[in-house]
C-alpha cells in the first residue's frame, strides 16, 4: 500500500462544474501539499497545510489530521484547471508523492 | 515564474555517460531539493540541502550524487547511465530547512538515455 493515496485517478467534468480531489495518507506528516502539474511538465506548489483549510482565488484545500485525509476543492471550474494535481506529505524532512489525479475540464 | 532555474532544459545522452544538471535557487533561499519523475515511479525526492551540507535523503541511487555550493546553486551528477534513469528531474527551493517552507519548483530537466 502506498503512503499517499490519491482518489479518483482521473477526473473529467464540464465547465463550471465543483471538483473534489481526495488524498489519503499512512504516516504521520508534519505538512501537506498540493502541486499542479501542466502538461508542459512544470510544477506549481498550490498550498502546504498543516492544519485547517486554505482558500487561493477558486481553490480551497481542507486537511484533517485525526482523519489523515486533504481534500482539494475547485469552484468554477475552467478550462485552464486541466493539469495533473498532485498531494505530497512531508514526514522526516521527505517528501512523498502521491500518483495524481489527471482533470480535465470540457467547455 | 518560480524564480528557480534550471539548465540544461534537454539532454540526450547514451547509456554508460554521465551528465550534471545545474540547478539555481530563489534569490535568498537556502534549501534546495532534488526530484525525479519518470513514467513508472511518479515524482521521487532525491536529496535537500541546506545552506551547503546535506540534509535529507531519499531514493537516491549511488551512482548518483549532488553537491549545493557556496552561491546556493547545486548541481546533480548522474553516472553510468541506464535507460531506467531516463526522466524529469526537477529541482525546488526554500527560504528554510525545515517543513514549514513552502518549495517552489524550477522547470526540470528532460534527460533522455538512448
Known amino acids: 500500500k502506498n503512503e499517499v493515496e490519491q482518489s479518483p485517478q482521473n477526473l473529467t467534468a464540464q465547465e463550471g462544474e465543483f471538483i473534489t480531489i481526495n488524498c489519503s495518507y499512512s504516516v504521520g506528516i508534519s505538512a501537506l501539499h498540493w502541486l499542479q502539474q501542466h502538461p508542459g511538465g512544470g510544477i506549481v506548489s498550490l498550498f502546504m497545510l498543516s492544519s485547517g483549510k486554505k482558500k487561493h482565488g477558486r481553490l480551497i484545500a481542507t486537511i484533517n489530521i485525526q482523519e489523515k485525509h486533504s481534500s482539494l476543492h475547485i469552484t468554477a471550474s475552467h478550462p485552464r484547471d486541466s493539469a495533473v494535481y498532485i498531494c505530497a506529505v512531508r514526514a522526516n524532512e521527505k517528501l512523498t508523492f502521491g500518483t495524481g489525479t489527471r482533470l480535465t475540464i470540457i467547455p | 515564474d518560480s524564480g528557480v532555474t534550471q539548465t540544461p532544459k534537454h539532454l540526450i545522452t547514451a547509456t554508460g555517460q554521465r551528465v550534471t544538471l545545474r540547478c539555481s535557487p530563489r534569490?535568498?533561499?537556502?534549501?534546495v531539493y532534488w526530484y525525479q519523475q519518470s513514467l513508472d515511479q511518479g515524482l521521487q525526492f532525491l536529496i535537500q540541502y541546506y545552506n551547503g551540507e546535506e540534509r535529507a535523503k531519499g531514493n537516491i541511487l549511488e551512482r548518483f550524487s549532488a553537491q549545493q555550493f557556496p552561491d546556493l546553486h547545486s548541481e546533480l551528477n548522474l553516472s553510468s547511465l541506464e535507460l531506467g534513469d531516463s526522466a524529469l528531474y526537477f529541482c525546488a527551493s526554500s527560504g528554510g530547512s525545515a517543513s514549514l517552507y513552502e518549495q517552489y519548483f524550477g522547470p526540470g530537466t528532460r534527460l533522455t538515455v538512448t
Open positions: 534569490s535568498g533561499d537556502l534549501s
